[in-house]
């Protein structure tokens, strides 16, 4: 069903296929990139914590140093461990006691900024709770110990000192469990992006594997809809190119592809029947040659006989009529032999004119040159001819039909048509019993006069038509005439630029001699205007 479909809408759902490869390779990509840069954000951002933790552990411990060594000193200056006057020496450690005490303030404030800008991320690793919590214990203990002053009243008080001392390592505790926090956290993200991890490797071979069975079956439509009937086609182009005409080129596809062969199958198919009908024409013309060479060296052969054989027939026929002339003075009318020997006489003369009369149609035969054509209507030339050979008492029995309309002109010598129809009916006439007909038609066809002799007399076989315009060659029932009408026929129809065809179904069956001669050009022009018409 698919491979019924238009190329267009194969086209289309190929297109298709490949968007939605496309898609699935770039939503793995891009899921993968922006996995990959939500966890460099997310480790950059903590990575920004661990300094300020580490920054504040450290100025809670300087602290502790400075309160240790105020420690020192008073416990040296006041052995009993209470002064209501500070020395001197001691103010500074009390001053830089309070420079680290607001120290450690700022770099608590800067990790609660950090931990403020933590909160718009949505990475288990930015989640910070536990560290609000712990920064929240920081600040109370800040303010605890921002109520303890390490000098009090200006006086040293070791108790107070060593409650501040203690508030202090609890700070000190606190401060050094905020980068746990994020360890922790490292380490439980470490687990849990494993798990992703995991996951996301399932998911882009699930992707790949999609993308790989949609290119494959990408690939199999492509070959089935275009690559295999591409190939058929060039295969069925080469071997018509290679001279097999009668290939034909089969597709299953029904659609523009299909009928592309169908359209090659049509053309290759005119063009074997035009080369076929061409090969036919040439063979023809091959014969009519042949037939035209024969016909001139037939020709060519009887005018040097005719004019060699004319002199001694005009000899015989004076001789002959010089015996009749004396044989009345040398033998009696009555005697027998007289009536014997002018029998003979008269055949001789007889005779000797018959033969005359065939070099005649000899050396009309092989006259060359053009004869003098006028415009001459068909239809009037054949009812002439006809008109004559009713007065012939052979074919008083016989019947002439014809079907000649007028206007039917052509430029022709009247003589040499006359004579052309004439061997022609004479032929007809002579195949058909008595009582039968023989029909004459005459028209324009194809741009020429035709006239067409039709008998339904003895007919005709293949090997008859082939010979049956060579000079001397006949077939009439009564074996009369010399065979040089029909050859006759054919060169003054040639030389009239026109055509002589015969056709005969068999013997027995008929015959019927076509003769087409070239129409004048206003006769042309009018059948012209009449198809256009």
Not at 60 to 73: H, I, K, P, S
Request: net charge negative; glycine share 8%; aromatic share 6%.
């Amino acid at each position: 069903m698919l491979g019924t479909w238009p190329i267009r809408t194969k086209l289309l759902i190929g297109l298709g296929l490949l968007l939605l490869l496309v898609m699935i390779l770039s939503s793995g990509g891009l899921y993968s990139t922006y996995t990959y840069r939500s966890l460099v954000k997310d480790l950059s951002w903590r990575a920004e914590e661990m300094p300020l933790a580490s920054e504040l552990s450290r100025r809670v411990g300087d602290l502790r140093v400075t309160l240790g060594e105020l420690l020192a000193l008073g416990e040296a200056a006041f052995p009993q461990g209470d002064s209501s006057v500070t020395p001197i020496r001691l103010r500074p450690l009390g001053d830089q006691f309070r420079e680290g005490f607001r120290a450690v303030e700022e770099s608590l404030d800067d990790y609660r900024s950090q931990l403020e800008n933590e909160l718009q991320a949505g990475s288990p690793i930015s989640d910070n709770q536990s560290e609000w919590a712990t920064v929240k214990q920081i600040d109370a203990a800040l303010a605890e110990i921002g109520r303890e002053d390490a000098m009090g009243a200006g006086a040293f008080d070791r108790v107070r000192l060593d409650r501040l001392d203690k508030q202090l390592k609890d700070l000190q505790d606190l401060s050094a469990e905020l980068p746990s926090h994020l360890y922790d956290k490292m380490r439980g993200f470490a687990a849990e992006v494993r798990s992703q991890y995991r996951a996301l490797i399932v998911g882009t071979w699930v992707t790949s594997l999609s993308a790989g069975l949609v290119f494959a079956l990408f690939l199999r439509l492509f070959y089935r809809w275009v690559f295999q009937p591409l190939r058929v086609l060039i295969a069925g182009s080469r071997r018509v190119a290679a001279g097999q005409f009668g290939h034909r080129i089969h597709l299953q596809t029904h659609d523009e592809m299909a009928e592309l062969a169908e359209a090659f199958n049509q053309m290759t198919a005119r063009f074997q029947a035009i080369r076929d009908d061409l090969d036919r024409q040439v063979q023809e013309r091959t014969k009519q040659v042949v037939r035209s060479e024969q016909l001139a060296s037939v020709g060519f052969l009887a005018a040097g006989v005719a004019h060699e054989i004319n002199n001694p027939l005009a000899s015989i026929a004076m001789c002959a009529e010089s015996l009749e002339g004396r044989i009345g003075g040398l033998i009696e009318e009555g005697d027998p032999e007289h009536a014997v020997i002018d029998r003979y006489l008269h055949m001789i003369q007889s005779e000797a004119f018959r033969c005359k009369e065939i070099t005649e149609k000899l050396l009309d035969f092989a006259r060359m040159g053009q004869a003098e054509r006028q415009n001459t209507e068909l239809g009037e030339l054949v009812r002439g001819v006809i008109e004559m050979l009713g007065h012939l008492g052979r074919y008083q029995e016989k019947e002439i039909r014809v079907e000649a309309p007028a206007g039917v002109v052509a430029p022709v010598n009247p003589r040499e048509i006359k004579q052309v129809v004439l061997n022609l009916l004479t032929n007809a006439l002579d195949s058909i019993e008595e009582g039968e007909a023989v029909r004459v038609e005459v028209g324009q066809r194809q741009g020429f006069a035709e006239i067409a002799v039709i008998d339904r007399g003895c007919g005709m076989t293949p090997e008859v038509m082939e010979h049956v315009f060579e000079p001397f060659f006949t077939r009439r029932k009564q074996r009369q005439g010399t065979g040089l009408g029909l050859s006759i026929s054919y060169r003054i129809v040639s030389d009239h630029g026109g055509q002589i065809e015969a056709e005969s179904p068999g013997p027995d069956r008929g015959a019927t001699f076509r003769v087409r001669l070239p129409l004048v050009a206003s006769q042309k022009e009018i059948e012209h205007q009449h198809r256009a018409a």
